[in-house]
């Protein structure tokens, strides 16, 4: 099962700040908070990640909270090519070390204009 | 390529066909994973590999579904005597090499259709 939970659904005004955010209160020490985003049927896209620290890329930060049970994931600008699924995973290791991404239902943000 | 590759990107098959699904990882990536996502529906992982350990197989639905990877690189997923059920769109990553709690990044391609009519 998946360690998050996320809204089913958001919308964010073009040019305004999305802010997605995600609680995953049983994430161990070590495991790692990924965000991808999936347009209609394409593959899922790579946005972001992190541990514990704050983290910003060309594409967005990723706010952790001080006891990891939270996190935030922020589009700066938003524009009507970002409506998409976002999913937020806590990258699960199992007794074999398998770092594999177990998606919940994601987010569904839609940018208006 | 510089990316995950996957082929054939649809197939329609018969009930009860076997399909194979191939999938080439991004150069240099050392594990792989598949995922299906059924229409609607969130991705359900399926199989992972990692260099020249046993994969780990726990998201397959049932024995007729298996994969193989050989050399290291390449992978395929075979479905065997397919059900309506079985369609959905198979997705492929891969990703550096994983070392205990890492933080690589896992990149997908842009999947396989399978339609079972």
């Known amino acids: 099962d998946a360690k998050t939970t996320q809204p089913p659904s958001m919308d964010c005004a073009e040019g305004r700040a999305a802010n997605l955010p995600c609680n995953h209160s049983?994430?161990?020490?070590?495991?790692?908070v990924y965000w991808y985003r999936q347009i209609h049927s394409q593959g899922p896209q790579y946005i972001i990640h992190g541990l514990k620290n704050n983290e910003t890329n060309e594409m967005a930060s990723l706010i952790i909270t001080e006891d990891r049970k939270s996190s935030t994931l922020i589009l700066p600008h938003a524009t009507l090519r970002d409506t998409a699924v976002y999913y937020c995973?806590?990258?699960?290791?199992?007794?074999?070390?398998?770092?594999?991404?177990?998606f919940g239902q994601g987010t569904t943000l839609q940018v208006k204009p | 390529g510089a990316g995950v590759s996957q082929s054939p990107s649809n197939k329609v098959t018969e009930k009860g066909k076997d399909v194979e699904l191939r999938c080439d990882p991004i150069s240099g990536h050392t594990a792989l994973y598949w995922y299906r996502q059924s229409l609607g529906q969130g991705l359900e992982f399926l199989i992972y590999f990692q260099g020249n350990s046993a994969p780990d197989k726990s998201g397959l639905p049932s024995d007729r579904f298996s994969a193989e990877r050989t050399g290291g690189s390449v992978s395929t997923l075979t479905i065997q005597r397919t059900q309506q059920e079985d369609s959905a769109v198979y997705l492929c990553?891969?990703?550096?090499?994983?070392?205990?709690?890492?933080?690589?990044?896992?990149?997908f391609g842009e999947g396989s259709w399978l339609t079972v009519v």
């Open positions: 990553a891969s990703s550096p090499r994983d070392s205990g709690h890492s933080g690589n990044t896992i990149y």
């Open positions: 049983t994430i161990s020490g070590n495991e790692y």
């Open positions: 995973i806590v990258r699960v290791y199992g007794s074999s070390n398998t770092g594999k991404l177990i």
